[in-house]
C-alpha cells in the first residue's frame, strides 16, 4: 500500500521561509519522480516543483521559480520542498505526488501523477 505523508505546514508571515516534507512508503522511491503541487480556495490545483528519479532534473512552476527550492533523500524516501520569500498568494494547502515512468509523462500535470499525500496546510500572512 503506497502512502504519501506531508508535513511542516503552518502559518509564517509574508517575506518568511518554510520547509514542507512528504515521506513515501509502499513504492520503489528512486524510482518515481517526485511533485509538489498546491491548492488554493476556489482555484485549481497548480504545479509547484518536481524533481525527476534519483536526484536529477528539477522543474519550477513560474509563480515559484527562484523562491522554491525541491529536493530528496532516496535513502529516507523522502522529498522536500523549501519555500523562501513567501507571499500571501502562497497561501494553499501543499500536495506531494509520485509519478512513475517520470521520463515519459508529463511532471506538471497532476492526472499524470499516481499516488498523492493527503496534504498540508501553508498560510502566509501580510
Known amino acids: 500500500q503506497v502512502q504519501l505523508v506531508e508535513s511542516g505546514g503552518g502559518l509564517v508571515q509574508a517575506g518568511g521561509c518554510l520547509s514542507v516534507?512528504?515521506?513515501?512508503?509502499?513504492?520503489?522511491?528512486?524510482?518515481?519522480?517526485m511533485g509538489w503541487f498546491r491548492e488554493a480556495p476556489g482555484k485549481e490545483r497548480e504545479f509547484v516543483a518536481a524533481m525527476m528519479p534519483r536526484g536529477g532534473i528539477t522543474y519550477y512552476g513560474d509563480s515559484v521559480k527562484g523562491r522554491f527550492t525541491i529536493s530528496r533523500d532516496n535513502a529516507k524516501n523522502t522529498v522536500y520542498l523549501r519555500m523562501d520569500s513567501l507571499q500571501p498568494e502562497d497561501t494553499a494547502v501543499y500536495y506531494c505526488?509520485?509519478?512513475?515512468?517520470?521520463?515519459?509523462?508529463?511532471?506538471?500535470?497532476?492526472?499524470?501523477?499516481?499516488?498523492w499525500g493527503q496534504g498540508t496546510q501553508v498560510t502566509v500572512s501580510s
Open positions: 505526488a509520485a509519478l512513475a515512468r517520470a521520463y515519459s509523462r508529463s511532471h506538471s500535470s497532476p492526472n499524470e501523477y499516481d499516488y
Open positions: 516534507s512528504c515521506a513515501a512508503s509502499g513504492l520503489p522511491f528512486s524510482s518515481y519522480g
